[in-house]
């Protein structure tokens, strides 16, 4: 996979996750739980803002980003939903770092990408903790934990 490549579907990935996570937002919103939906909700925006950054970095490279989303799904159970997101963010994490090495003589998409990095690294520790929490204290008392506000 070249340079450009790598960059067009990493802007593609962050796009279609930023909805599927601004969907559960809304999913979650409507449940009342209220914490759980603002945290999803920041992600969503996080991954709509680093998608952005890539397709300007592109543009500064010369190249001309494309409109496209990837397809991720809309889960409805709380667990399943942090699994899923678990389960993208380990994929994902291993991926970015080996793209590295494409970007030694490119210090600015580089940094960037490092950046990237250690923003997937805090969500994948974070989403990690709360299926521990829910594994101590079952579905139903987080589901109350998330209620409110």
């Known amino acids: 996979m070249t340079k450009i490549e790598f960059l067009k ?3 593609k990935g962050w796009f279609g996750n930023s909805q599927q996570h601004s969907i559960h937002a809304q999913l979650l919103k409507a449940r009342g739980l209220n ?3 603002d945290k999803i909700m920041a992600e969503s925006d996080e991954e709509w803002e680093e998608a952005k950054k890539v397709n300007a970095r ?3 490279l010369g190249e ?3 409109v496209e989303l990837a ?15 678990c ?11 080996r793209s590295l090495a494409l970007f030694d003589d490119d210090y600015v ?5 490092e950046e990237f990095i250690i923003d997937e690294q805090d969500h994948f ?3 990690k903790g709360h299926l521990c929490l829910i594994e101590q204290i079952g579905i139903e008392n987080y589901i109350i934990e998330m209620l409110g506000e």
Request: no cysteine; charged share 30%.
């Open 87 to 97: 389960k993208d963010s380990s994929e994902a994490l291993p991926m970015m770092s």
């Open 58 to 60: 592109l543009i500064e």
């Open 35 to 37: 914490k759980l939906s």
């Open 109 to 113: 998409t580089k940094r960037m990408i």
């Open 9 to 11: 579907e990493l802007a």
């Open 64 to 66: 001309t980003p494309s």
């Open 71 to 85: 397809v991720y799904p809309v889960i409805t159970d709380i667990k399943e939903m942090l699994e899923y997101d």
């Open 125 to 127: 520790n974070w989403v």
